[in-house]
């Protein structure tokens, strides 16, 4: 969701007030993907990086994170949405980690779309608390080196039960990943669009499908 600080620039506003109408955006990504039949949304809310933004935007977009918490979860839940978090919550707020935790707890059952919020997320954190867990089973007893295969690592990571994401989109015109689901994104077609993250609309999402339809997926095999 890059773009929101361009966004608001271009404007004369002050930063926040990019974050704000993405979290617009994402309101309406939301509705795209139930009407257009997606299963899962995984969304890059704040990264393992973001830390070292200013502390005010800081506080604004953890602010704007609650207010979204507060305000829409019983909409969100109304039209069948689980919402789910990854990232390492230790450094969130108690109060934004009661949010999160009331958020799963009252939506778990909805399966319309499953909306994974992704919040002090790093793709190499992830990767290493999951191996730090399975070295945690293993000095236990608990796991032998030959079980560590790729299902049962995918498996300690905070994506587990998810599904590897088909498409991972970007907006901004920026082309990388930035420590988005590094593992699981390995075979995922990567579209890049123009679009500033606060004018991200459903036909944005329609364009960046119907890239996805055209590519030839091969998983490493050859083509024909
Ligand atoms: C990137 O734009 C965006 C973020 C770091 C935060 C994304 C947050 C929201 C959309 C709002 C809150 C989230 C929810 C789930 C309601 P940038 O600030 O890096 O933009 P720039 O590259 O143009 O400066």
Known sequence: MDGNGRWAQARGLPRVAGHRQGAEAVRRAVVACIELGVDYLTIYAFSSENWKRPEREIDDLMGLLGLYLRNEVAELSQRGVRVCFIGDRGRLSTDIRKLIDQAEASTRENKALTLTVALNYGGRQEI??????IAEDAVAGRLGAAAVEEYLFSGYL??????DPDLV???????RLSN?????????ELVFLPTLWPDFRKRDLEEAIAE?????????????
């Open 169 to 175: 989109i970007r907006t901004s015109g920026e082309q």
């Open 128 to 133: 290493v608390r999951a191996a730090r867990r």
């Open 158 to 163: 905070d994506t587990a039960g998810v599904p």
């Open 212 to 224: 996805y339809m055209k590519r030839e997926r091969r998983y490493g095999a050859s083509s024909g």
């Open 180 to 188: 988005f689901l590094l593992w699981q994104a390995a075979y995922a």
